[in-house]
């Protein structure tokens, strides 16, 4: 899943980045930045929201370089974790912001574009309503769905990248799509709410 066809797999390619090779990195971000700024929009109102926290998982990744974990020699899972937890705290910021500005005296209100920018992203009202449904969860079960359905990660990689029992991969993500399901009533059948088959690691 790491290569993407390409001559070099992840492992090969970071196997330089731990050297310092800047190009070597270059590589590695091409491969993977759509997919974690796909995650990144899953996760907040704005595209460019989006771009800032995928520049800031990357800038992660080289200034961690020598904490990252491979799993089958591919790095998405690591670069997928990370920004879901770039993105709370992002989010966190951005309402501690959001609640000083609101104690300012402001002669005028000036408005909020915010939703109207996820309105153009989004322009089909299901997709609003699972976007939205996804943002509302915690931590754990954005992370468990992105690994497990929207990336197609298996029991195994998840349990290895997670450092947690493959069983309780399965129970996690069992629970997330429940949960996800209840937000997204009555459309719960977008996503279904049974847990994964030992053998094929998706839904």
């Known amino acids: 899943m790491g290569n993407h ?3 070099q797999t992840d492992r090969e390619l970071w196997s330089r980045v731990l050297d310092g090779d800047g190009s070597a990195f270059a590589e590695l971000f091409v491969l993977h930045r759509d997919r974690v700024f796909g995650h990144s929009l899953r ?9 800032d926290i995928t520049a800031m998982v990357f800038l992660e990744a080289w200034r961690c370089r020598s904490k990252v974990r491979l799993v089958n020699d591919s790095v998405i899972g690591w ?8 993105a709370r705290n992002r989010i966190r910021s951005n309402l501690r912001y959001e609640q000083l500005i609101r104690k300012l005296p402001r002669a005028e209100t000036a408005p909020d574009h ?3 920018v996820a309105d153009a992203v989004d322009q089909d009202q299901r997709s609003q309503l699972l976007h939205r449904a996804y943002r509302s969860l915690g931590r754990r079960d954005q992370e468990i769905l992105a690994l497990c359905v929207i990336e197609e990660m298996s029991t195994a990689e998840v349990s290895q990248l997670l450092r947690i029992p493959p069983g309780t991969v399965k129970s996690r993500l069992s629970r997330a799509k429940q949960k996800l ?3 997204l009533n009555p459309q719960a059948g977008l996503l279904p709410a049974k847990p994964l088959t030992p053998e094929e690691g998706t839904p």
């Open 79 to 86: 670069l997928l974790v990370t920004t879901t937890n770039v």
């Open 43 to 51: 996760l907040v109102r704005t595209p460019s929201e989006a771009e």
């Open 114 to 116: 915010g939703d109207s």
């Open 181 to 183: 399901a209840q937000l």
């Open 5 to 7: 066809g390409k001559a």
